[in-house]
Structure formats: C-alpha cells, structure tokens
C-alpha cells in the first residue's frame, strides 16, 4: 500500500499480460476514471465495505490495477482504473459491478471517464506493467 497526495493504492493484480498484438490484432491499454461523493455514510464505513469489495475488482478480467481514490474535503472518492485494453473496459461498465456502483444508493454523482494511453510512453513510467509497445 503506498500513499500519495491523498491517494491510497490498494491494488496491483500480480499477473499482468504483455500487451501488444493479440490474436493478430493491436490492442492498447484503457484508462478509467470513476468519481462519486458519499451519501450518508463515513468515509470509514465506506472503507470498511470497499475492503469487502477489492477481491472481487482484483478477479475482473482485463483489469490491471486499481487505484482507490479519495478527498475526503471534497467528498469525492472513486478509483482510477487501467484495462487491458478498450474491450475490458467495455465489458466492466456494461457488467454487474459498475451497475452495482451505479445504483448504490450510499454513492451520489457517480461520473466515469475513459481515455485511450500510450502504450510506449507508460511502459517507461511504469515498469512493473510489462507492455510491449
């Protein structure tokens, strides 16, 4: 666990796939940004359910890492997602568990963006990611 400028990196999935060509294709890393604010729960009840969540985010296909978001000033909290590739991405926000975040009625404002990432700039700045540009 690491902790940065309010950020708390809970989880890194220990088999990371090279990317690159995949059956005969091109596919590229997929960031997600998910943001929310807390309704009528503490931050600490909040925490204590996302502990009882993080094994079910570190078994979804395609996701690489998760990093768990919070600015408790604000009230914003969320987390910063990195996909295998667009498809993962896709799958996750049409499946179970995003609909769930979506449809909590403990979280208000729920907001998601995606982009696209370099491939070749991040396998400089993060080595611990095999990716193979």
């Not at 729960?41 to 998760?66: H, M, N, S, V, Y």
Request: aromatic share 10%; with cysteine; net charge negative.
């Amino acid at each position: 666990m690491i902790r940065a400028s309010g950020v708390l990196i809970v989880l890194l999935t220990n088999a990371v796939p090279a990317m690159g060509r995949a059956g005969g294709r091109e596919t590229h890393m997929h960031a997600q940004v998910i943001t929310f604010g807390l309704n009528g729960i503490t931050e600490e009840q909040f925490r204590e359910a996302c502990g009882a969540d993080a094994p079910t985010f570190a078994t979804l296909p395609g996701l690489l890492a998760k990093v768990w978001l919070r600015d408790p000033e604000t009230n914003t909290y969320g987390g910063l997602y990195l996909w295998a590739d667009q498809e993962a991405y896709e799958r996750y926000i049409k499946g179970e568990v995003f609909n769930a975040i979506k449809a909590d009625q403990h979280l208000e404002n729920v907001e998601s963006r995606d982009f696209g990432v370099f491939d070749d700039l991040s396998s400089i700045t993060m080595p611990k990611l095999r990716v193979d540009a």
